[in-house]
């Protein structure tokens, strides 16, 4: 149990409705349990494997305020229309970002203020690779536009600097001004200045050191490629010392996340590519999901333009805004009144393009600030080992 959710549902949102997602039906009832026996917070679980009369007392409980919170999965809330959802929380990564804003959506329909929290680690990951290869009614193009779904939440969600508003609006094909955010999200209150990084040489160290490994059979995982790229030893070895000799900490310099952030910008680039691999532990029926990291071979021209320097990979950094240079000017002439102090003359400095008014007695400097965002790449659906794909992608549609 987070105990920060906990004691975000007893303080900030005591009292107020709400709606808590979930990535399966028993994430679902286990939280729901948990809230209610040992936290006494009026809520309950609804899923698609409930029966009709059973869901439907759940939601009109709710939609009466009976209970505070739902906690649900994505059966729940298409065709709802409470107007008075101060919240809604995902409790674990979502299966990809066309659901999460449409998630996103249910809350603060009253036009009054809402939040909406999501909870991620990268280990997630892992439980949504695990729905998408074990899914049976799906087929293989269906698997692809998942794990593409899939890296385009990981994008959100692993980005630091990027407006959040902007990204999901971007996604649905709409232009956002990010100034228009006002600092609602976590991203935009950093108050950074957002750049562009090209991160092309870095890139190619990422692919040559993958291709390099398939060159000697040698399956290598995204976390095990920033291991030994950072310099570590990875905990599992299965890499030739001659690899790791010549790559071991290339990029020491970058950071862990963005290293993280680079893969996941060349798979969604198609650059590199994922394969899924399903094993089952020994005298168990459990089975495990491992993603293993290679350079795409039928897109060779992708592969010459990076090596050459001709295909930018651009990531997003963040730097502290610098006060431009100023110029001093001395505004009124005359002395200027300040409460019962006295008489002074003031100097005002005001930045460059920005104005100095007067109003209500008082000096002020109008400073125009300005953010630079980057645009989103388009994320085409690829192939990743289940088949071939057909039509268009989903995800492009708004």
Avoid at 132 to 157: F, M, P, W
């Amino acid at each position: 149990m987070n105990d920060d959710l906990v004691q975000m549902l007893r303080t900030r949102f005591r009292g107020k409705s709400g709606i808590i997602y979930c990535i399966s039906r028993k994430e679902c009832e286990k939280l729901a349990e948990t809230l209610a026996k040992n936290y006494h917070i009026k809520c309950d679980y609804y899923h698609a494997e409930l029966s009709y009369n059973r869901r439907k007392e759940v939601q009109d409980r709710w939609m009466k305020n009976e209970i505070q919170i739902i906690i649900a999965t994505i059966a729940f809330g298409m065709g709802i229309n409470k107007k008075d959802v101060r919240y809604v929380i995902h409790y674990s990564m979502p299966k990809s970002l066309e659901g999460y804003v449409q998630e996103c959506g249910r809350a603060g329909r009253d036009q009054q203020k809402a939040e909406c929290i999501l909870y991620y680690t990268y280990g997630d990951r892992k439980r949504n690779d695990f729905f998408i290869i074990t899914n049976q009614g799906s087929s293989g193009q269906r698997k692809n536009e998942n794990v593409h779904a899939l890296y385009a939440i990981l994008d959100y969600c692993e980005e630091p600097y990027l407006c959040r508003r902007k990204m999901q609006l971007n996604f649905l094909g709409e232009d956002f001004d990010e100034s228009k955010c006002r600092q609602m999200c976590d991203n935009c209150r950093k108050n950074l200045s957002v750049v562009e990084a090209d991160r092309s040489k870095e890139a190619q160290v990422v692919v040559k050191f993958s291709q390099r490994c398939s060159d000697y059979q040698v399956r290598i995982t995204a976390k095990q490629i920033i291991e030994v790229l950072r310099g570590k030893k990875p905990k599992k070895n299965n890499i030739r010392a001659d690899l790791l000799e010549e790559y071991s900490g290339r990029l020491k310099t970058m950071k862990e996340s963005d290293i993280k952030r680079l893969i996941i910008q060349l798979l969604i680039m198609r650059v590199l590519k994922e394969r899924f691999e399903t094993q089952t532990v020994r005298g168990t029926s459990v089975k495990n999901i491992f993603a293993f990291v290679m350079a795409t071979q039928n897109r060779p021209q992708l592969l010459r333009a990076l090596e050459r320097g001709e295909l930018p990979v651009l990531l997003s950094d963040g730097v502290q805004q610098q006060p431009e240079k100023t110029t001093i000017e001395v505004i009124p002439r005359e002395p200027v009144q300040i409460s019962n102090v006295g008489d002074y003359k003031m100097g005002v400095q005001a930045a460059a393009g920005s104005t100095v008014v007067q109003a209500a007695g008082r000096t002020y400097v109008k400073q125009r600030t300005e953010k630079v965002a980057i645009k989103a790449p388009e994320s085409p659906t690829y192939d990743y080992g289940f088949g071939p794909v057909g039509g268009k992608d989903s995800l492009e549609k708004s």
